[in-house]
């Protein structure tokens, strides 16, 4: 192979003997004898150069020829380097800055939480889970909001009606309301909070509450099977059967005894009507007891009629329903 390398550089190699070192330069494992062939042969062409040509001056000036480039080059690296360099500090600051940016952004954040806020329209009703885990039916005409710190304050803000199911942790839980509060570390109850009616009832399922309000000093502590009224400034205490003030969140309402004042507000909440009544004394002395569940409201309506001594007009446009004695 010497010997066909030695014409290949001398360029008297014959095709097939190109093709031979050819295929041996690129076969792995011949780099070190390549670069061994190689220096020997520029070693023999450098000394018959300069025995047959031997020029002190020419070779200087090739010499100093060599440092001007190299010395060119080096200057030309160092002119690349700084502007990398530059380039590099530019893009450090850059990303310094993004980065205190994204930390200011993240420390607004944790210092501002944003609020969470379901609303439910009259006529439907909703059922979802808090960020603890804790569960939710809103009623009809009703909003419930939270922190996104919930978990590590566990308080929400309601206008309405909600059932809840909470789930139990050292942290209470608190449901504020434009009426009054209710505290809890772990159970099930129903909240009705209706700031125009100024109505406010907490009704106990499983476990216990406190119920605060601050035009009442007294606290209002209720176990399961109570309920807690705002009567005129006190609160009202007694046992119910709290079916019928927490069936709605399975789609039922229960009427015990209830007077058609009290079941055309429920009504219009739970069908997304209006109910107007006239102003005879006698209706609001009719009362109902019964369940409705799955009815639609012309049979809602037929039943009311059949009965009590009323009579109704609905204007379909308006959603109005009118009752009269007869």
């Known amino acids: 192979m010497n010997k066909i390398f030695s014409k290949y550089l001398q360029s008297v190699c014959s095709p097939e003997e190109f093709q031979q070192v050819m295929e041996w330069v690129v076969e792995p494992g011949h780099e070190k004898m390549l670069n061994t062939m190689m220096k020997a042969s520029w070693d023999d062409q450098m000394q018959e150069e300069t025995a047959a040509h031997g020029n002190p001056l020419l070779w200087e000036k090739i010499r100093k020829a060599i440092e001007q480039e190299e010395h060119t080059a080096t200057v030309r690296r160092l002119v690349n380097y700084k502007w990398i360099a530059r380039v590099a500090a530019v893009l450090v600051v850059g990303l310094l800055v993004s980065n205190l940016l994204l930390i200011r952004n993240t420390y607004d954040e944790v210092l501002v939480p944003t609020v969470q806020t379901v609303s439910v329209p009259n006529g439907a009703r909703s059922n979802f889970s808090l960020p603890d885990g804790t ?66 009832e907490t009704t106990v399922e499983e476990g216990s509450v406190n119920v605060y309000c601050n035009d009442v000093p007294k606290i209002a502590g209720l176990k399961a099977g109570q309920q807690a009224r705002l009567m005129g400034g006190h609160w009202e205490l007694s046992r119910v059967e709290t079916e019928i003030f927490t069936s709605w969140r399975e789609g039922k309402i229960i009427f015990r005894k209830e007077y058609l004042p009290e079941v055309a507000k429920r009504l219009e909440r739970w069908y997304h009507v209006s109910i107007e009544l006239d102003n005879d004394p006698r209706l609001s002395k009719i009362h109902y007891t019964g369940t409705l569940e799955m009815e639609s409201f012309s049979e809602v309506l037929e039943l009311l009629e059949v009965t009590a001594s009323i009579n109704y007009t609905y204007n379909d446009k308006t959603r109005v329903i009118k009752i009269t004695h007869r």
């Open 135 to 200: 569960q939710v039916w809103l009623n009809s005409g009703s909003t419930l909001s939270w922190s996104s710190d919930f978990k590590s304050k566990r308080l929400i803000e309601l206008e309405g009606e909600a059932y809840f199911e909470v789930v139990k942790s050292e942290i209470p839980f608190f449901v504020n309301t434009s009426l009054g509060q209710v505290e809890v570390t772990g159970t099930s109850f129903n909240v009705k909070s209706l700031a125009e009616e100024q109505k406010f």
